[in-house]
T-cell receptor
Framework: GESVGLHLPTLSVQEGDNSIINCAYS??????FIWYKQESGKGPQFIID?????DKRQGQRVTVLLNKTVKHLSLQIAATQPGDSAVYFC??????????FGTGTRLTIIP | NAGVTQTPKFQVLKTGQSMTLQCAQD?????MSWYRQDPGMGLRLIHY???????DQGEVPNGYNVSRSTTEDFPLRLLSAAPSQTSVYFC???????????FGPGTRLTVL
């Protein structure tokens, strides 16, 4: 069945270092993937997306990598800042047209 | 644009009571959806709509009803509240599932 999971539930990173958040997915038919950031008490906020015909996509300080061979997605945040502290979710869309979220990774930035 | 708005922000219900969570968007988005988020978990899809007059079930639809009479509004109805429905509810809208979803601020619901 479809599932989206994360390798690590929590991640602590020194301010200024790069962060890498990983996500595994099981539905090989999924063709669209998204990363969301959720700050405490707020709704999820779109960060970046990638379609299955791409391996890499870059935004401002963020890069998403997609490895379809091993069904793995990662979010890289460059030069992490205190404002990057949040829970990060990956999500996928497959043939059923439904958005399925993973359980999330809490990123904590150490000053 | 106000984006996606949700009311109320907080609600406490007794078991068996019914209520409607309101969701509205002013971005002319066709796709709207409702999610619930339980502590330490991701978002689970309750119901969604691809346009006015069209709704469909998500992953956890039992105990909830929706309707979509206009493009702007997508209310979620709890028919007979149960403690298991204690959660934070998020409404989202977008041009489609393969586009950026805009989320509302959420409604925190407690059922006693």
């Amino acid at each position: 069945g479809e599932s989206v999971g994360l390798h690590l539930p929590t991640l602590s990173v020194q301010e200024g270092d790069n962060s890498i958040i990983n996500c595994a997915y099981s539905n090989s038919a999924s063709d669209y993937f998204i990363w969301y950031k959720q700050e405490s008490g707020k709704g999820p906020q779109f960060i970046i997306d990638i379609r299955s015909n791409m391996d890499k996509r870059q935004g401002q300080r963020v890069t998403v990598l997609l490895n379809k061979t091993v069904k793995h997605l990662s979010l890289q945040i460059a030069a992490t800042q205190p404002g990057d502290s949040a829970v990060y979710f990956c999500a996928e869309v497959g043939g059923n047209e439904k958005l399925t979220f993973g359980t999330g990774t809490r990123l904590t930035i150490i000053p | 644009n106000a984006g996606v708005t949700q009311t109320p922000k907080f609600q406490v219900l007794k078991t068996g009571q019914s209520m409607t969570l309101q969701c509205a968007q002013d971005m002319n988005h066709e796709y709207m959806s409702w999610y619930r988020q339980d502590p330490g978990m991701g978002l689970r899809l309750i119901h969604y709509s691809v346009g006015a007059g069209i709704t469909d079930q998500g992953e956890v639809p039992n105990g909830y009803n929706v309707s979509r009479s206009t493009t702007e509004d997508f209310p979620l109805r709890l028919l007979s509240a149960a403690p298991s429905q204690t959660s934070v509810y998020f409404c989202a809208s977008s041009y489609g599932t393969r586009y950026e979803q805009f989320f509302g601020p959420g409604t925190r619901l407690t059922v006693l």
